[in-house]
T-cell receptor
Framework: EAGVAQSPRYKIIEKRQSVAFWCNPI?????LYWYQQILGQGPKLLIQ????????DSQLPKDRFSAERLKGVDSTLKIQPAKLEDSAVYLC??????????FGQGTRLTVV | AQSVTQLGSHVSVSEGALVLLRCNYS??????LFWYVQYPNQGLQLLLK??????LVKGINDFEAEFKKSETSFHLTKPSAHMSDAAEYFC???????????FGKGTRLSVIA
């Protein structure tokens, strides 16, 4: 079974630029999560989708972050404009039943 | 609201020694509890999970954890550490599967030859 795919693996941008991350979850998994992991900390939920609907985006900085999950499969997370404090690993995870999450390898973002 | 506290940001053990990583949780409802491992530049891999069945949970690579409601703890153990166990370990809690995972800050395990 193929795992959660994320791209790109690494991205370096200047502050105030925009960036987008892509996630392809495990086939058949209805729930998709985006987490932000700042160096030295545990992952923090940004947004949770159930199929193509948003379940929880209470911790998403909506003035600069946006996410969508078209057709209930792939998802993109965008940051515009980026700030230095957005430097982190962005993890995508999917779940068949919301009791266990399967994680991708993550995208490491560096904002300079 | 749920939360997880991992005691010790860094634990160092000798190869062959017992591994003990501590996790305490806070939850207003019976929790689902998880341990994940993260190797450098990798995503998180599930080691084991507790979902209200047996209180002693066995996971991959000889790891196990015991759910103790009276102590609100879910400590991770392994009888004999291997060099390959060196990684970051995260404890996480979920509200019976209806809410996303809330993670602790992680414990970095070093194994000394």
């Amino acid at each position: 079974e193929a795992g959660v795919a994320q791209s790109p693996r690494y991205k370096i941008i200047e502050k105030r630029q925009s960036v987008a991350f892509w996630c392809n979850p495990i086939s058949g998994h209805a729930t998709l999560y985006w987490y932000q992991q700042i160096l030295g900390q545990g992952p923090k939920l940004l947004i949770q989708f159930q199929n193509n609907g948003v379940v929880d985006d209470s911790q998403l900085p909506k003035d600069r972050f946006s996410a969508e999950r078209l057709k209930g499969v792939d998802s993109t997370l965008k940051i515009q404009p980026a700030k230095l404090e957005d430097s982190a690993v962005y993890l995508c995870a999917s779940s068949p039943d919301r009791t266990e999450a399967f994680f991708g390898q993550g995208t490491r973002l560096t904002v300079v | 609201a749920q939360s997880v506290t991992q005691l010790g940001s860094h634990v160092s053990v000798s190869e062959g020694a017992l591994v003990l990583l501590r996790c305490n949780y806070s939850s207003s409802v019976p929790p689902y509890l998880f341990w994940y491992v993260q190797y450098p530049n990798q995503g998180l891999q599930l080691l084991l999970k507790y979902t209200s069945a047996a209180t002693l949970v066995k996971g991959i690579n000889d790891f196990e954890a015991e759910f103790k409601k009276s102590e609100t703890s879910f400590h991770l153990t392994k009888p004999s550490a291997h060099m390959s166990d060196a990684a970051e370990y995260f404890c996480a809690v979920s509200d019976s599967g209806n809410t996303p995972l809330v993670f602790g800050k992680g414990t970095r395990l070093s194994v000394i030859a």
